[in-house]
C-alpha cells in the first residue's frame, strides 16, 4: 500500500491567494483527518470526516477555511483567502473503522508559506 | 488545542543511554499513542496503550500510563542515534470522538 497521499508536498503563495491541499488516504480505510502543526500551537485536529461526512470541524479557524471529501479516497482542505498567519504543516491521517480506536496513518505533510 | 504537556521538551544523550520522556494529559480517556517525527517528516505511530492498562512494551519501547495522574511515560532503551525525532504522545478521548489530542513533544537527540 502507497500510504496516505498528500499533495502538494510544499506550497507557497501570495496573501489573498486560494490555496487547495489534497489528500488521498488508504484504501479501506473509512476515517479522515487534516491537522495542521505550527510552531506556536503544535498538532491541532482542524476536521475529521467518517465515510465521507464531516464530524467534527470545531477546529477549522474560521470561514476561510473548507474541507470537502467528495468521495472515500479524495479529499481537500481550501483556504480561501489566504492569511501569512496560515503558514504551517498540514497533515492528512487515515484510519480503519472499529471501535478499538487505533493508530493513525499520516502523510508527509504540506508545508504551506504565506507570504 | 494541546491536551497538555510533555517534559522534557528537548533531551540530548548518548548512544545506548535510555531516554524517558513524560507527557500528561487533561480529560478522561480511551487510550493514549506515541508518535514519532523524524525532521520535516509526517507522524509514525510507535506504540498504543489503553485506558485499562498500566504498562506495555514494544521491542525497545516501553509505556506505562497512570489514569489516576493523567500521565504516561515513554522510556526507550539502549537507545541509537537513528532514534533522533520529535516525540509525540496523543490520546483518543471516551467520548467517541475519534481525533487525536496531541500533547507539545519532545525533541530526543542522540550523540552518537
Known amino acids: 500500500d502507497a500510504g496516505v497521499i498528500q499533495s502538494p508536498r510544499h506550497e507557497v503563495t501570495e496573501m489573498g491567494q486560494e490555496v487547495t491541499l489534497r489528500c488521498k488516504p488508504i484504501?479501506?480505510?473509512?476515517?479522515l483527518f487534516w491537522y495542521r502543526q505550527t510552531m506556536m500551537r503544535g498538532l491541532e485536529l482542524l476536521i475529521y470526516f467518517n465515510n465521507n461526512v464531516p464530524i467534527d470541524d470545531s477546529g477549522m479557524p474560521e470561514d476561510r477555511f473548507s474541507a470537502k471529501m467528495p468521495n472515500a479516497s479524495f479529499s481537500t482542505l481550501k483556504i480561501q483567502p489566504s492569511e501569512p498567519r496560515d503558514s504551517a504543516v498540514y497533515f492528512c491521517a487515515s484510519n480503519p473503522a472499529g471501535a478499538s480506536y487505533n493508530e493513525q496513518f499520516f502523510g508527509p505533510g504540506t508545508r504551506l508559506t504565506v507570504l | 488545542s494541546q491536551q497538555g504537556e510533555e517534559d522534557p521538551q528537548a533531551l540530548s544523550i548518548q548512544e545506548g543511554e535510555n531516554a524517558t520522556m513524560n507527557c500528561s494529559y487533561k480529560t478522561s480517556i480511551n487510550n493514549l499513542q506515541w508518535y514519532r517525527q523524524n525532521s520535516g517528516r509526517g507522524l509514525v505511530h510507535l506504540i498504543l496503550?489503553?485506558?485499562?492498562?498500566r504498562e506495555k512494551h514494544s521491542g525497545r519501547l516501553r509505556v506505562t500510563l497512570d489514569t489516576s495522574k493523567k500521565s504516561s511515560s515513554l522510556l526507550i532503551t539502549a537507545s541509537r542515534a537513528a532514534d533522533t525525532a520529535s516525540y509525540f504522545c496523543a490520546t483518543v478521548m471516551d467520548t467517541g470522538r475519534r481525533a487525536l489530542t496531541f500533547g507539545s513533544g519532545t525533541r530526543l537527540q542522540v550523540q552518537p
Open positions: 484504501s479501506g480505510h473509512d476515517y
Open positions: 496503550i489503553r485506558s485499562n492498562e
